[in-house]
């Protein structure tokens, strides 16, 4: 039986750092990532997708991206779409999954893993589904669905979501999967292939090759690893092969950089430029360093002409620490006599002055002199 696993669509996740112009672009890539796996399906010769929860950001989602969903999933008749609810969209009195918009559009090869019983897919396989009936269960979902399973002669898929114990600080989160019952079913036969959502980063799970996160189609966040994937699954009573398959189009870059001289500039430079497909790139700099007025003007200018090119860009405050200090020849560039000099002398001294509390106002005076220079030289 060969299947494709996927996780955590969020349709209709919305990211505070994207503009008016690149959330419609990210809504529509996660759309895109939907047709994606259908048509993958198809040419896989898949019988069916199952979607580990969190197939949408919340329960409270516009009722557009809801039908746009149900659309993406009917353009492919042939392919069986199974979504479980998860943590962000639980099967509570207000699921999506029971609203209007949902099942009032719902087309034929879309089907809600309501409760744990087994549903056959197939010659020899049944799927067994732990939905989220609320966004605090106190116990562990998956296994608790297992231990009702009846024994079978047909082999099992375990659909689930959550964090599995070996990877989490939090041992008293009741909700917790526990990894060793799930590889003592496997061992015994009673399960075949545990497929599960909420870890975003595509992850093969213990030694038996039975357990595995699927990661998120798209990315969501920086603290990703390679996301972006689906999984093909070619699973058998006494085999399994997972292949990866990527679907995702959109990257989250985070860098930091020390910044002292114009050699540390050109290398950010090269390192945005060599950034491909930027309307779909969201990146977060984090600058630490001390560096004259010259070399500021350099990486505003640099930052602003690839900041309009992203499709989101972020300063990485708490990793931010550039002091502006100007140099012997920012001082005879501007030129300044008397007074003025004097007191741009003095305020370079404090900008310098990393711990003293008075070194950030004296650098944004400073910066203030620069551009009051500037301005009156044009007007003249």
Known sequence: MRFVHTADWQLGMTRHFLDEGSQPRFDEARLDAVRAIGVLAAEQDCEFVVVCGDVFESNYIDRKVVGHALEAMAAIPAVDFYLLPGNHDPLDAASVFRSEGFTGRRPHNVKVLENSEPIAVGDGLELVGAPWISKHPSTDLVNAACSALKPSGAMRVVVGHGQLDSRSPDSLNPSLIVRRRLEERIASGDIHYVALGDRHSTTDEGDSGRIWYAGAPEPTDYDEVDPGHVLVVDLEADSVAVARHRVGRWHFERRQWSVTTDGDLDEIEAWLDSLDDKKRQIVKLGLEGQISLAQKVRLDAMLAHHAGLMGAFEVWERRTDLV?????????????????????????????????????????????MHRLHQTDGVDR
């Open 324 to 368: 502006v200090v100007p140099d012997e020849v920012d001082i005879e560039t501007l030129d300044l006599s008397g007074f003025a000099h004097d007191a741009l002398r003095e305020l370079r001294d404090q900008a310098a002055a990393k711990d003293e509390p008075s070194a950030v106002a004296a650098q944004d005076a400073v910066a203030l």
